[in-house]
């Protein structure tokens, strides 16, 4: 009997040694915890109930997958069809970015003006996480730091001192740990495209970490040539400064801005000699370029901070006002051309409506006004000029079609503040109702070109100025309740982010600039004692408020309330 049980022993033994444990397969949406314990996840959010409930550390989540599914498909396909003769390397979220590649990454940047890549080693990825996050970088953060005015190049160039600079490295690290902590919360909790609550925009410790490290390798980095340390000290400067944008430390982010403007303007004024051996002639190229495209991109977020910021003066704004527009020729060369003219005339547009806004206000200047209406009537007449000259050389393309009904809103936005400008004049919007009737329709075809070139309706963020600025003061200023009504759909739609606007507390405050102006008028036009004159709010990010003050047309005195955002 006992020769019996050890033999159905040893025969269970051997069943079980023949037949090992089944593993699930590695979950790719769960937590972290659960993918390395290869068990199926439950999803739940904030942190999930199988590794609270087990006593488990909790991992978090790795929104990649989730994130990127809509986004990086479409690029993939773009890549492949343009780069099919170049095979390039496409980085995968699982795989080290490639070190062993130095002739495929120098084909990759010959248009950076830098003649020989391989000696600038790439620089390894210490942690998987690094890994996820400049994979994230590469195909969604750098994507939309220009979105609105696209340029490879600049991608390129980011991209590429990414991956070679070590201060680089980890604010473009932080900023797009910060971004995806951003898009994930909002995507994956909000429904409708409404923000659970303004404080979920702050990065977690992950990105402040990196964000810290930066600045460290940033004091400590070596001076010996300094037009090298300067064009990188601007680099990492434009890149914080969208990182404290995306975190809501708005305050934070304009003294980045206001310190980029400087040093740029330094460097500008300070020609690197050409005698300099310090460095050889591929570095000294790329320092050159690098330092050429940061120093614009800086120049576009500091012209366009005078949208929001009252107090602001864009640098060398005086002296750019007369960039001179090319009167000899009929047309502008290009939209790049078209769009540089047109930030500077917006510029100046909003520098006098800020002034006005001031107390005591200024003395009105009617010639600096008078110019700057002529200088915007030139510019629509060399604009259209172009596109007539360019045919239909530009349908089809979608990118191009975008920034040309932007440029176009921008413009007729621009040209009916300023020709309602002056005290007294809030009732003189009224007779501009053909042009707002036609921003709404650019607006539309704006929001319609963002939702497709972000892939849905998810949560968006850029550093530049777009459409959602536009959209508000479109509903201030036009008092006609249907366009108004047809203005906050397209802010309510989708929770686009731009620098320190977003749509929904725009819409939050036009709403209440609604509600005041619209109260006991029954449809009829609102008296010119009803109408809000002024507004301004400071964004409570922390408690998801908003503190408004505003002005009445004809009444002296501030008003100011709170505002829940929702």
């Given at each position: 009997?006992?020769?019996?049980?050890?033999?159905?022993?040893k025969?269970?033994?051997?069943?079980w040694r023949?037949?090992?444990?089944?593993?699930?397969?590695?979950?790719?949406?769960g937590?972290?915890?659960?993918?390395?314990?290869?068990?199926?996840?439950?999803?739940s959010?904030?942190?999930?109930?199988?590794?609270?409930?087990t006593?488990?550390t909790?991992?978090?989540?790795?929104?990649?997958?989730?994130?990127?599914?809509?986004?990086?498909?479409?690029?993939?396909?773009?890549?492949?069809?343009?780069?099919?003769?170049?095979?390039?390397?496409v980085?995968?979220?699982c795989?080290?970015?490639?070190?062993?590649?130095?002739?495929?990454?120098?084909?990759?940047?010959?248009?950076?003006?830098?003649?020989?890549?391989?000696?600038?080693?790439?620089?390894?990825?210490?942690?998987?996480?690094?890994?996820?996050?400049?994979?994230f970088?590469?195909?969604?953060?750098?994507?939309?730091?220009?979105e609105?005015?696209?340029?490879?190049?600049?991608?390129?160039?980011?991209?590429l001192?990414?991956?070679?600079?070590?201060?680089?490295?980890y604010?473009a690290?932080?900023l797009?740990?910060?971004?995806?902590?951003?898009?994930?919360?909002?995507?994956?909790?909000?429904?409708?495209?409404?923000?659970?609550?303004?404080?979920?925009w702050?990065?977690?410790?992950?990105?402040?970490?990196?964000?810290?490290?930066?600045?460290?390798?940033?004091?400590?980095?070596?001076?010996?040539?300094?037009?090298?340390?300067?064009?990188?000290?601007?680099?990492v400067c434009?890149?914080?400064?969208c990182?404290?944008?995306?975190a809501?430390?708005?305050?934070?982010?304009?003294k980045?801005?206001?310190?980029?403007?400087?040093?740029s303007?330094?460097?500008?004024?300070?020609?690197?000699?050409?005698?300099?051996?310090t460095?050889?002639?591929?570095?000294?190229?790329?320092?050159r370029?690098?330092?050429?495209?940061?120093?614009?991109?800086?120049?576009?977020?500091?012209?366009?901070?005078?949208?929001?910021?009252?107090?602001?003066?864009?640098?060398?704004?005086?002296?750019?006002?007369?960039?001179?527009?090319?009167?000899?020729?009929?047309?502008?060369?290009?939209l790049?051309?078209?769009?540089?003219?047109?930030?500077?005339?917006?510029?100046?547009?909003?520098r006098?409506?800020?002034t006005?806004?001031?107390t005591?206000?200024?003395?009105?200047?009617?010639?600096?006004?008078?110019?700057?209406?002529?200088?915007?009537?030139?510019?629509?007449?060399l604009?259209?000029?172009?596109?007539?000259?360019?045919?239909?050389s530009?349908?089809?393309?979608?990118?191009?079609?975008?920034?040309?009904?932007?440029?176009?809103?921008?413009?007729?936005?621009?040209?009916t503040?300023?020709?309602?400008?002056?005290p007294?004049?809030?009732m003189?919007?009224?007779?501009?109702?053909?042009q707002f009737?036609?921003c709404?329709a650019?607006?539309?075809?704006?929001?319609?070109?963002?939702?497709?070139?972000?892939?849905?309706?998810?949560?968006?963020?850029?550093?530049?100025?777009?459409?959602?600025?536009v959209?508000?003061?479109?509903?201030?200023?036009?008092?006609?309740?249907?366009?108004?009504?047809?203005?906050?759909?397209?802010?309510?739609?989708?929770l686009?982010?731009?620098?320190?606007?977003?749509s929904?507390?725009?819409?939050?405050?036009?709403?209440?600039?609604?509600?005041?102006?619209?109260?006991?008028?029954?449809?009829?036009?609102?008296?010119?004692?009803?109408?809000?004159?002024?507004?301004s709010?400071?964004?409570?990010?922390?408690a998801?408020?908003?503190d408004?003050r505003?002005?009445?047309?004809?009444?002296?005195g501030w008003?100011?309330?709170?505002?829940?955002i929702?």
């Open positions: 009997m006992e020769e019996i049980k050890n033999e159905n022993t025969a269970a033994n051997q069943t023949r037949k090992p444990r089944q593993f699930a397969p590695k979950s790719r949406l937590c972290k915890t659960c993918k390395i314990r290869r068990i199926k996840c439950d999803l959010r904030p942190s999930c109930l199988k590794c609270q409930y006593g488990r909790y991992d978090g989540y790795s929104e990649v997958a989730l994130t990127l599914k809509t986004e990086i498909e479409p690029n993939h396909r773009h890549n492949e069809k343009a780069n099919a003769a170049e095979n390039w390397d980085y995968h979220p795989t080290t970015i490639s070190a062993y590649q130095p002739k495929s990454w120098h084909t990759k940047y010959t248009d950076l003006g830098l003649p020989d890549l391989r000696p600038l080693m790439i620089l390894p990825v210490t942690a998987p996480s690094q890994t996820e996050a400049m994979f970088f590469e195909y969604i953060s750098i994507k939309h730091l220009d609105y005015h696209p340029c490879e190049s600049w991608r390129k160039t980011l991209m001192f990414s991956q070679t600079v070590p201060s680089v490295r604010a690290i932080a797009a740990l910060a971004h995806r902590n951003y898009l994930g919360r909002d995507s994956v909790d909000c429904g409708q495209h409404q923000p659970r609550s303004s404080k979920d702050l990065p977690d410790q992950a990105a402040l970490l990196n964000y810290n490290r930066a600045i460290q390798l940033l004091l400590n980095q070596q001076t010996g040539d300094s037009s090298e340390t300067a064009a990188i000290t601007l680099l434009y890149l914080f400064t990182f404290d944008h995306l809501g430390n708005y305050v934070q982010a304009m980045h801005l206001r310190g980029g403007v400087e040093l303007r330094d460097i500008i004024h300070k020609a690197i000699p050409d005698n300099d051996n460095c050889g002639d591929a570095k000294l190229s790329g320092v370029v690098l330092t050429s495209q940061v120093t614009r991109q800086i120049r576009r977020l500091d012209l366009q901070a005078v949208t929001f910021l009252v107090d602001w003066t864009p640098a060398d704004i005086q002296e750019t006002l007369m960039p001179q527009l090319p009167s000899s020729d009929i047309a502008f060369r290009s790049d051309q078209a769009a540089d003219h047109l930030q500077v005339l917006v510029a100046q547009v909003m006098l409506r800020n006005d806004q001031q005591p206000p200024p003395p009105p200047c009617s010639s600096l006004m008078g110019i700057v209406l002529g200088q915007l009537e030139t510019w629509s007449s604009f259209e000029n172009m596109l007539l000259l360019q045919g239909s530009n349908e089809g393309d979608f990118e191009t079609y975008r920034l040309i009904s932007l440029l176009r809103l921008h413009h007729t936005i621009a040209w503040l300023l020709s309602a400008y002056g007294g004049r809030e003189e919007y009224d007779r501009f109702l053909p009737q036609q709404v650019l607006a539309g075809d704006v929001a319609a070109a963002h939702e497709r070139y972000s892939g849905s309706l998810q949560p968006t963020f850029t550093p530049e100025i777009g459409i959602v600025p959209l508000y003061i479109m509903v201030s200023k036009c008092r006609h309740p249907m366009l108004r009504r047809q203005v906050l759909r397209i802010l309510r739609r989708q686009i982010r731009e620098a320190v606007w977003d929904i507390s725009s819409a939050r405050v036009a709403e209440r600039v609604m509600e005041i102006e619209e109260a006991g008028t029954h449809g009829t036009d609102c008296s010119v004692w009803q109408r809000v004159k002024t507004m709010w400071i964004h409570v990010v922390s998801a408020r908003l408004i505003y002005t009445f047309c004809g009444r002296d008003h100011s309330e709170s505002l829940m929702c």
